[in-house]
């Protein structure tokens, strides 16, 4: 099918010699098998989804999917491509799913497809590594676009056809008549239709390619319809999916470790809030107090779910705090139940810097730039690695994740789409969802409309979420929303609440503390920010190792910049050291635990007394919800100051002021308990000042902002790599590598026997406004930032100048 004359002609290469992959090196992937894997994977995917939300408005999607899969890499194929295969050899240049579309074209006009079918399958075979055109800002993101590399300029029967080589006279035949009546013949049996004719006469390939492509690029030139554009992504998203899949050989598992039975196999008889989140069909709001079972209350709802919806429904864990997500993790490799012959639940972890390092490689494929050197082998042994480690974060059918990992997947294009496309079909437990700032918050509310269209079903799970939030929850989603409340008396009385006008850092306080210990009292110190807690821990864990000098670990300090092994390890040791009190137990327990906001969320923690900055009220009820968790304490209510602070960061002013005000009032009118009801006052006093009117005008703003700008696909085959810095910068979070480790990243990454999944330890979470505090510079190699400052493992990161606690 080359056009113009032929010589010399190269060896005959059959279609069992036609390579898709370089790896393994002993026996690279056939084409013809890589092609079938990735068909047959698709079947997996559409199991696990199905028809949900929106997909069910478009019955030709998964069938459009299953024969993009099957053509998607055909044009390797070509000579290029396959010389480029061999190591040293030069990079052929041009993109291989460019040349496919010749064969959607060939394939189209047998199989009986639509006009329509036939622009979906060359659409999503074009957009399967590049974006089809650049951003609709105008700017260039990364690599280039399609209709930047191919344009009026590009000599098509020199690309596709017969290419001119090295030495005058020699050419270079990229498809040979012989190989593409081979691969037309198996095209055609794999679909059961008869064969395209296979002649010289007739349009080149490179004439098809050349045709089709530009009706590609004119269709998505212009905006869509959002319901058209979105439906557009999700499909991208199911065929890179499909084929990282394949690449990487890892079958989607079907294992469910949550079951339906779920409430039934507690060792004690639930509560009823729990019972009520159990046969609750569609959306939840669950209220609680922390320790009274929201977690199993959230897993119940969601076992339930799973007998109601279609398909192999997945369950998404989401946390505010990465430093919360391994602690949750083990929690439900212990608690959940395991695939037959596994010792422990498989539990996914959806990484920040790692998974965007690791989904970009994968993306990537070995055509090569027009002037570039072939890699070598170990960078495609690297890609290989990081195509079956990236499949790892998407295998799972349970997993935990931080929201602004998730929303990555707003991104879109090769790289997100599959990150957007594993969210339909799904189960969100949105844990301790009170503890977003409220444009963080009005972004989430976006992205439950978002799940809703995407067929998903949404829990909310908090100890104390005001009525202000429950409306705006109630408001993003369409489909109506079931309140749960727990009982009123549900937990006992736990605390005697003390305001103190003196900070945490007084000598004062600090004598205090350190008469706690010196009696033998496990004492909990919660502080806003972490040069505070630093500099606490330093004041006060010689007294608490002086009082338990047996003990290694009698004093503990843990907040958000440690890198991501060490906390950890910090953790694991807590959860050993102060677990939850038992019946009967008398003893004092001992010990120091220093902390900022990370000891919130889903460390089940246990003291004797606590001592706390004023933050806002839900902050403070879920510092109160680690002391006498249970009310076991043998003393009864525990003593639990709250301090008033000489600043308010890291939160709004208005919110730290008005939960002052609301302490004040409490206590002022004889309440000292901070019960359930105490805390619904609390929150009722904050969210009816100002500040509480003022906080819901921006979530709702926030919400509907991040819709139109990110969530609204009108232009699903532009490049929006641009997005995903706005992301990170809205959502003010960055992991970034201390540059002491820079060696042992590296290794990990990219070495031979590297896990680029264990590189994720050495992170450790920033504000992304203090990188420049910290001298941070982008390192394109390692695709992290890398900082300076001094770091310590007992004591974490130590900031150049006073700064915030990363939330």
């Excluded at 212990?334 to 690791?358: E, F, M, R, W």
Aim: aromatic share 6%; glycine share 8%.
């Amino acid at each position: 099918m080359a056009a113009g004359p032929v010589s010399p002609v190269p060896r005959r290469r059959a279609l069992t010699d036609v390579r898709a992959k370089s790896r393994p090196a002993d026996d690279p992937e056939r084409l013809t098998t890589h092609s079938r894997t990735v068909h047959d994977t698709v079947a997996q995917i559409e199991a696990r989804i199905g028809n949900a939300g929106i997909l069910a408005t478009d019955p030709a999607f998964w069938p459009r999917i299953r024969h993009a899969a099957l053509l998607h890499d055909t044009g390797k194929i070509a000579e290029g491509f396959q010389q480029q295969l061999l190591p040293g050899s030069d990079a052929w240049g041009e993109r291989h799913e460019v040349l496919s579309l010749a064969y959607v074209d060939l394939l189209a006009a047998r199989t009986g497809w639509s006009d329509q079918d036939r622009l979906m399958v060359a659409t999503l075979v074009a957009s399967h590594h590049r974006a089809l055109h650049d951003a609709s800002s105008g700017g260039t993101g990364g690599r280039p676009s399609l209709s930047r590399q191919y344009n009026a300029h590009t000599k098509w029967d020199e690309a596709f056809g017969t290419t001119p080589g090295a030495t005058a006279g020699q050419v270079q035949v990229q498809v040979t008549l012989g190989l593409h009546r081979e691969l037309l013949a198996w095209l055609a049996g794999f679909l059961t239709v008869d064969p395209p004719p296979a002649s010289r006469s007739g349009p080149t390939l490179a004439r098809r390619t050349e045709e089709l492509l530009g009706q590609v690029l004119d269709a998505w030139r212009h905006p869509v319809k959002p319901h058209r554009g979105l439906l557009a992504v999700l499909a991208q998203g199911a065929l890179t999916l499909a084929d990282h899949a394949g690449s990487a050989h890892e079958r989607l598992q079907t294992h469910m470790p949550l079951l339906p039975d779920y409430l039934d196999r507690f060792p004690h008889p639930p509560h009823l809030h729990q019972q009520q989140a159990a046969i609750t069909t569609g959306h939840l709001i669950l209220i609680a107090p922390t320790g009274s079972g929201k977690t199993e209350g959230g897993l119940a709802w969601a076992a339930y779910q799973t007998t109601t919806m279609p398909g192999l429904v997945r369950v998404v864990w989401t946390l505010p705090y990465r430093a919360s997500l391994n602690a949750v993790r083990r929690r439900f490799e212990l608690d959940l139940v395991p695939a037959p012959g596994q010792d422990k639940a498989d539990i996914g972890l959806l990484h920040g810097s790692v998974a965007h390092t690791l989904l970009t490689q994968a993306v990537d494929d070995d055509c090569g730039g027009t002037t570039a050197r072939a890699e070598p082998t170990p960078a495609q042994a690297r890609k290989a690695r990081a195509q079956a480690a990236a499949m790892r974060l998407f295998a799972q059918r349970v997993r935990v994740a931080t929201p602004h990992q998730l929303l990555r997947g707003a991104i879109a294009g090769p790289v997100y789409s599959s990150v957007l496309l594993e969210q339909a079909n799904s189960l969100f437990v949105m844990d301790e969802l009170h503890a977003y700032d409220p444009d963080t918050f009005g972004r989430l509310c976006a992205a439950m409309g978002l799940w809703e269209q995407l067929g998903s079903r949404v829990a909310i799970l908090s100890a104390t979420l005001s009525q202000t939030m429950i409306d705006i929850i109630e408001e993003s989603l369409e489909q109506p929303v079931a309140v749960r409340r727990a009982a009123q008396g549900t937990a006992p009385i736990r605390h005697r609440l003390v305001l103190d006008d003196d900070p945490l850092s007084a000598p004062a306080s600090i004598e205090r503390l350190r008469s706690w210990l010196e009696d033998g009292h496990s004492v909990l110190v919660v502080a806003n920010k972490v040069d505070t807690a630093q500099a606490l821990f330093e004041a006060l864990a010689d007294t608490a190792r002086g009082a338990r000098p047996e003990d290694p670990y009698a004093a503990l300090l843990l907040h958000s910049r440690f890198k991501n092994r060490d906390r950890d390890l910090i953790e694991r040791t807590l959860l050993r050291r102060h677990p939850e009190r038992q019946p009967h137990e008398a003893a004092r327990r001992g010990g120091l635990v220093v902390a900022t906001q990370t000891v919130e969320v889903s460390l089940q923690l246990d003291f004797d007394r606590g001592a706390v900055d004023n933050a806002p009220v839900e902050a403070v009820a879920q510092r109160a919800g680690r002391v006498n968790r249970r009310g076991l304490h043998p003393d009864g209510a525990a003593e639990f100051r709250v301090h008033r602070t000489d600043g308010h960061r890291p939160y709004a002013q208005g919110a730290v002021e008005a939960a002052w005000a609301a302490l004040t009032a409490l206590v002022e009118h004889g309440v000292d308990t901070l019960s359930e009801q105490d805390i619904d006052h609390l929150l009722t006093h904050a969210y009816a000042t100002p500040w509480g009117k003022e906080w819901a005008q921006e979530a709702r703003e926030a919400r509907d902002t991040f819709t139109s700008e990110f969530l609204t696909f009108t232009d699903p085959f532009h490049d929006r790599t641009e997005f995903a810095e706005a992301l990170s910068e809205q959502f003010d979070t960055v992991e970034v590598l201390h540059h002491d480790d820079i060696e042992e990243y590296r290794t990990l990454v990219k070495g031979k026997h590297g896990d680029p999944l264990l590189a994720t330890g050495l992170l450790i979470p920033l504000r992304y406004r203090q990188l420049t505090m910290y001298a941070g510079r982008f390192d394109p190699h390692l695709g992290v930032h890398v900082i300076d400052g001094v770091y310590d493992e007992v004591t974490g990161l130590r900031p150049p100048s006073e700064q915030e606690t990363i939330l």
